[in-house]
């Protein structure tokens, strides 16, 4: 723990997720100092929408309205400092910030914009950015893309492992129909996966969006599911024999979530080898790691480690430990611990 100042620095935490009726626990939690306190501040009432079954890959009007609103809320009492959870409310406040001319330092946690967009987006992105003190990412080979796209020093830019608390559910392989699970919608490589998986014939569950799940066809021994509660996602992840994240995205973080959560269960990863596994997977001991768009590198890992239990197991348990040590809040905590006594004023 770092040595106390004696002056009680106040932070505002706003986050897509805390919605005011208990449903916001968060990294702040597992901070004890009395020198440093946190407020959680609730989405506007109608503001929010559901964010985490949005439908569309981009936010419209009515969302970034929602955004504002919220971001505009976490300036109120005079903040020491301001702590947002995903993009878009990082670049509304940036945005305040430089309109109104408030001096708040401004910590973009959970910091992945998927897709660098060019043009006047990157123009506003990059205004919007300036105001920023320091943007937190989960992927090492984030800070250089990120750096250059905003026109930013690397220096304001950290890595922290994205962190997952820990699940109620356990391990229970499903031994008498084992199947394979690939979960997620955000930048994957379906299409890759089901070649991968063709001459295979193994039986295949794949969650993703309706449009998306619609837009790949049907294919021999796969079944897509949708619209599953996080919950019923989990469950499925602690049935299964093998997950498998095939990532299409080369520049940014993508799939983060989807692996740790199966190294958490104890469930052997197979991922690409890309931004979003960088610093998270290690080939050949906590999972394995393939080249992006390799079908036949992909093929052979999933045949693998479908036929040999003895590896598949000491991944499996090799992966889980490195989760528990280093994907923890506690440790995240830390980090964010460190970093708000740096830049409070």
């Known amino acids: ?37 946190f407020r959680k501040i609730a989405s506007p009432a109608g503001a929010r929408g559901d964010w985490h079954h949005g439908r569309s890959k981009t936010t419209d009007l009515r969302g970034w309205l929602g955004y504002l609103r919220h971001a505009a809320a976490a300036f ?3 903040p020491d400092g301001i702590i947002t959870s995903f993009p878009q409310l990082a670049m509304c406040a940036g945005a305040i910030k430089r309109l109104t001319g408030r001096r708040v330092p401004i910590v973009a946690y959970n910091y992945n914009v998927g897709t660098l967009a060019p043009g006047r987006k990157r123009q506003l992105a990059r205004w919007s950015a300036r105001a920023i003190d320091l943007f937190v990412v ?71 969006r309706a449009d998306e799940a619609a837009a790949l066809g049907p294919a021999p021994g ?36 989807t692996f740790i959560n ?5 469930v052997a990863v197979i991922a690409t080898d890309c ?9 050949g001991r906590t999972g394995l790691l393939v080249p992006p768009g390799d079908e036949v590198a992909l093929r052979e890992a999933i045949a693998a480690l479908w036929s040999d239990p003895d590896r598949r197991e000491a991944l ?3 992966g889980r430990a490195h989760a ?16 708000t006594l740096s830049l409070g004023r």
Request: hydrophobic share 40%; with cysteine.
């Open 1 to 37: 723990m770092a040595e106390q100042t004696g002056q009680t620095r106040k932070w505002n935490i706003i986050a897509p997720f805390f919605d005011g009726q208990g449903d916001g626990r968060w990294l702040d939690d597992f901070i004890d100092r009395p020198d440093l306190q």
């Open 76 to 78: 109120r009492g005079r």
């Open 138 to 208: 989960h992927s090492p080979s984030e800070i250089a893309p990120y750096a250059a796209y905003f026109d930013l020093p690397p220096e304001r830019f950290r890595f922290v492992p994205l962190q997952r608390g820990t699940l109620a559910q356990r391990r229970d392989e499903d031994t008498e129909a084992p199947f394979v699970l690939a979960m997620g919608s955000a930048h994957r490589d379906y299409p890759l996966l089901l070649r991968a998986l063709a001459p295979l014939g193994l039986r295949t569950i794949i969650v993703a």
């Open 222 to 257: 796969v079944e897509f599911r949708s619209g599953l509660s996080r919950e019923e996602c989990l469950e499925l992840l602690a049935r299964a024999r093998l997950s498998v994240t095939p990532i299409a995205n080369t520049t940014t973080a993508s799939g983060q979530i």
């Open 262 to 266: 199966a190294m958490q269960l104890g």
């Open 275 to 283: 931004p979003g596994t960088e610093g998270y997977v290690e080939n």
């Open 316 to 318: 499996a348990q090799a």
């Open 324 to 339: 528990e040590r280093y994907f923890s809040d506690q440790g995240a905590a830390q980090a964010l611990e460190a970093i």
